[in-house]
């Protein structure tokens, strides 16, 4: 595709309940990025992917947030029995290389709200 | 502290007026990167810089090392400008960190 993709765009969950959220990344790029983005915030880095090794965690906030990208291409995000705090934009980047200079393409995100 | 500051929070401008808006940071880098976030949540790349200055149309984005400051400018502001303007800084290999972002909104 010509950019990166999420699905879906929009979730609304109630506390409690499992999250699955989705991110397609440029065709060919090596590295995949999470990020949380909270209301009126920057974003803050969640994850790291070089093909499918995560090399990089150590933003997730709990155990309960999980991430993936088992073919090296498109990765999931899961977020079990989902908190209100949970409640941000979720944004997914890719970038071509695994070198440090390059520029990450980001995807429009996914907007999380839990009841 | 955030080991990225910006300023201004906010910005109110009127059209033709030039911009700047400024980036701290406290930590060593190997890159800092400008972007542009408009309503929606979609972000655009703007700026990577490690050094020096560099232009892109109305844009300018400049970094001393020494000072770990950064500012970006905007020539010629016009309201398609309007967005929110964030700093992020690389630390070691990948690792991106972020400021909170100005939010820059400029009038016709």
């Known amino acids: 595709g010509a950019g990166v993709s999420q699905s879906p765009r929009y979730k609304v969950a109630k506390r409690g309940q499992d999250v699955a959220l989705r991110c397609d990344p440029i065709?060919?790029?090596?590295?995949l990025f999470w990020y949380q983005q909270a209301l009126g915030q920057g974003p803050e880095f969640l994850t790291y992917?070089?093909?499918?090794?995560?090399?990089?965690k150590s933003g997730l906030p709990s155990d309960r947030f999980f991430a993936e990208r088992p073919e090296g291409s498109v990765s999931t995000l899961k977020i079990q029995r989902t908190q209100q705090e949970d409640s941000a934009v979720y944004l997914c980047?890719?970038?071509?290389?695994?070198?440090?200079?390059?520029?990450?393409?980001f995807g429009p995100g996914t907007r999380l709200l839990v009841l | 502290k955030n080991e990225v500051e910006q300023s201004p929070q906010n910005l109110t401008a009127q059209e033709g007026e030039f911009i700047t808006i400024n980036c701290s940071y406290s930590?060593?880098?190997?890159?800092l990167h400008w972007l542009q976030q408009h309503p929606g949540g979609g972000i655009v790349s703007l700026f990577m810089?490690?050094?020096g200055k560099k232009k892109h149309g109305r844009l300018i984005a400049t970094i001393n090392i020494q000072e770990k400051h950064s500012s970006l400018h905007i020539t010629a502001s016009h309201p398609r400008d309007s967005a929110v303007y964030i700093c992020?800084?690389?630390?070691?290999?990948?690792?991106?960190?972020f400021g909170q972002g100005t939010r820059l909104t400029i009038n016709p």
């Open positions: 065709s060919g790029h090596v590295s």
């Open positions: 992917f070089q093909n499918e090794a995560q090399l990089d």
């Open positions: 980047a890719s970038s071509l290389a695994a070198r440090g200079q390059e520029t990450q393409y």
């Open positions: 992020a800084v690389r630390k070691g290999a990948q690792k991106l960190v």
């Open positions: 930590v060593g880098i190997s890159a």
């Open positions: 810089l490690s050094s």
